[in-house]
């Protein structure tokens, strides 16, 4: 199975009761009826819109759902969480795994990331694995070393095959929701960093081939610059994911 190289992905958070979720759903499909290879849209929404999301887009080949989270297990006495295997019988098709809104408040180390890619492949999720430096590092220009922790504790120790199924997404903590964006040569310099880790691991075939989004208050007015870094293959939008008109013009500046 082999994925698209460009990605626009929203990240609705815990956004949008039911009916706004779908009503946002109904118009993002509604802009983007026309098949396109050179990118997929993935909306990666809320648990209770899973199962309507990807009923609505089933027809766009160009549209896929997933989910935010799932949990380290396949089933069992887990109150109130919800396992790779039951997103997947909603009929999405990802899952975001190691965000850092889910590293800081759930205590999301490693280890339980490992367990949660693990179940994702399994399950047949591919995985928007987030990574991202936190501000201290960056100010003392220690980025690319704590990236490189953060992937070989997780992604790096996959093999090829997992590896397919595997989508980067680079956020740097101090941009998520911040309007603070990495300037196009930081973010293009730290994509060019992390697919010479997977290169130096794997081969340049399989760095190449690895999609690298970029995510941090991206919004219409600087995604064409980032996305036209060679090393940035779209983006992980959070805030501007929400708003059908900003979201549209982001996938426009592709
Ligand atoms: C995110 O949380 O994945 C994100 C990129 O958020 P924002 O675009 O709002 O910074």
């Known amino acids: 199975m082999h994925l698209p190289k460009n990605f626009i992905a929203g990240n609705w958070k815990m956004n949008k009761n039911y009916s706004e979720g779908i009503a946002l759903i109904k118009e993002i499909i509604a802009n983007n009826t026309l098949e396109t290879e050179e990118y997929e849209i993935i909306l990666n929404v809320p648990f209770i819109h899973l199962k309507e ?3 609505l887009s089933k027809d766009y080949k160009h549209i896929a ?3 935010q989270d799932c949990h380290t297990e396949s089933s069992g006495a887990f109150t109130g969480n919800i396992s790779a295997e039951m997103i997947q019988s909603c009929g999405a098709q ?8 889910r590293r800081m408040y759930h205590q999301e180390d490693a280890k339980v990331l490992n367990k949660k890619i693990e179940q994702a492949l399994k399950n047949q999720l591919k995985v928007i694995f987030c990574i991202g430096e936190p501000l201290e590092e960056r100010e003392a220009d220690k980025q690319n070393a704590y990236i490189q922790k953060q992937l070989e504790e997780t992604i790096l120790q996959l093999n090829k095959e997992e590896l397919k199924n595997i989508i980067i997404a680079y956020e740097p903590i101090w941009a998520i929701g911040t309007g603070k964006t990495a300037s196009s040569m930081q973010a293009q310099n730290m994509h060019a960093f992390i697919r010479t880790l997977f290169a130096e ?3 340049t075939s399989t760095a190449n081939s690895l999609s690298i989004l970029y995510g941090g208050s991206c919004n219409p007015n600087n995604a064409k610059e980032l996305f036209s870094q060679e090393d940035i293959d779209g983006g992980l ?3 501007a994911s929400l708003k059908s008109d900003d979201f549209q013009a982001i996938i426009k500046s592709f």
């Open 237 to 239: 939008i959070g805030g």
């Open 53 to 55: 999301a990807a009923d």
């Open 65 to 67: 759902i997933g989910a």
């Open 201 to 203: 691991k794997y081969d």
């Open 94 to 101: 990802y899952v975001i795994i190691g965000h850092s809104e």
